[in-house]
């Protein structure tokens, strides 16, 4: 049967209302699966484990990374990209049955597993987008993004809705299941992208990258700065997230209170990142572009930080990861992805497994190893995270530094891609 792909103006808005839909669903799913998990693991002792956990989120980076290459190279990007959810939802159903609340082996490698694959997924998925926008207008692309992006935050919103409602009725390893189910939809909603929109002349395009394309990546100094930046903007995530969950930790609250926490406070972080989203996002990126926009979250979070510092409370850690959380689904995660596209079409993948899939894992691992060191040495006190604030402070400066030479680094590599693959990208004023 011959493959049906759609012309016209409003092509590029019904794929990516499609691509908006997996995501949304794919977000959904991680939101449950989250919730659950976090109700689980931090009912007892789990957050003297979470250091271990983190550490071993980046010890399993590579063998991640490597795997879903191996899945891509094997079956091809499309069917890895719609084979990838069916076989996390399977592995969520097996794990329903062994789950238990507390910490321990099993769980703290529950916990490692949701990152990791979750990561992968919205990776490879996410990458369907610009196969979707081939040749599409630049003020297209840019809309289509923005779509995709307010899609990602409704389906967080949805998720952790979805996980408050249901947490009167269900212990929360059953969100495990809800989680699979949800994930089921996602892939078939890939599929149908796929068949829709993706004709022969992206066949080509749509391959596993090569081991040149991972040496160009690193080589180049572009996707090295986006290396840089990533696990940055990671090691101060671990540093906020794991003040707030020891804020979760100290409530005392156990399985279905937690889940309703849990589930309500996504909810509420899915809610500031769509308002941002929709009423700031446009605005700010038309007046200062895709890489100036990368600054608003890090240059906030320095400002959230500094209030630590005057007034270390458990409800201003949870405000400041709230703040964390809303800008990284709302402004930061579209013009993140957007970021990608001034590279050529074949180094694009390479160098989201490597940032996303891999090298942003690390970070997470070297601030791990510091919490490590910390609850070995010092304990576990309320009293005693100064030292974290300051570091905290350290990083996300750092992280601001990197971003300004990332958009100092653009027109080389916009320049070499046109060349490679005959783009025609241009990202909005004043990056182009």
């Not at 060191?373 to 601001?400: C, E, K, P, Y």
Request: with cysteine; aromatic share 8%.
């Amino acid at each position: 049967m011959k493959q049906r792909v759609p012309n016209g103006v409003r092509a590029w808005r019904l794929g990516a209302l499609h691509v908006g839909a997996s995501v949304f669903l794919l977000m959904a799913a991680v939101t449950l699966v989250k919730t659950g998990r976090d109700a689980l693991y931090f009912q007892k002792d789990g957050i003297f484990d979470l250091p271990k956990a983190y550490l071993g989120i980046a010890i399993l980076s590579l063998p991640m990374a490597l795997a879903t290459l191996g899945l891509m190279r094997g079956v091809g990007p499309r069917r890895a990209r719609v084979a990838a959810p069916l076989i996390m939802a399977v592995v969520l159903i097996a794990f329903h049955g062994v789950v238990r609340p507390g910490s321990g082996p099993l769980m703290t490698a529950f916990f490692i597993l949701v990152p990791l694959a979750f990561g992968v997924l919205f990776s490879v998925t996410w990458l369907l987008l610009p196969e979707v926008l081939h040749r599409t207008p630049p003020e297209q692309v840019t809309r289509s993004y923005a779509l995709v992006g307010t899609a990602s935050i409704l389906g967080g919103v949805a998720g952790g809705a979805l996980a408050r409602a249901l947490a009167p009725w269900l212990e929360p390893q059953h969100l495990l299941l809800v989680g699979a189910a949800v994930l089921g939809a996602s892939a078939a909603v890939i599929a149908l992208t796929h068949a829709r929109f993706l004709g022969a002349s992206t066949r080509a395009a749509a391959r596993a990258p090569s081991r040149e394309d991972f040496r160009c990546v690193l080589e180049h100094r572009y996707s090295f700065l986006l290396l840089a930046v990533g696990m940055t903007a990671a090691f101060a995530g671990v540093l906020i997230k794991f003040q707030f969950y020891l804020a979760a930790a100290a409530s005392g609250d156990a399985g279905r209170e937690l889940t309703a926490f849990f589930g309500g406070f996504y909810m509420i972080l899915n809610l500031v990142g769509l308002l941002v989203q929709i009423f700031l996002t446009p605005r700010i990126q038309r007046r200062i572009g895709v890489h100036g926009s990368l600054l608003i979250m890090p240059v906030a979070l320095l400002g959230g930080a500094g209030a630590l510092l005057v007034n270390a409370t458990l409800l201003t850690r949870s405000g400041l990861r709230l703040l964390e959380g809303g800008l990284k689904m709302s402004i930061h995660r579209s013009n993140w992805e957007q970021a990608y596209l001034p590279m050529s079409y074949a180094h694009r993948s390479a160098a989201k497994l490597l940032v996303d899939g891999m090298s942003v894992r690390i970070a997470e691992g070297l601030a791990a190893t510091v919490l490590l060191l910390w609850l070995r040495f010092v304990g576990l006190s309320t009293l005693r995270l100064g030292w974290m604030t300051v570091l905290l402070l350290v990083a996300i400066s750092l992280w601001i530094g990197l971003t300004r030479l990332l958009r100092r680094s653009l027109a080389p590599v916009a320049s070499q891609a046109r060349e490679t693959d005959g783009m025609v990208l241009k990202l909005p004023l004043p990056d182009s």
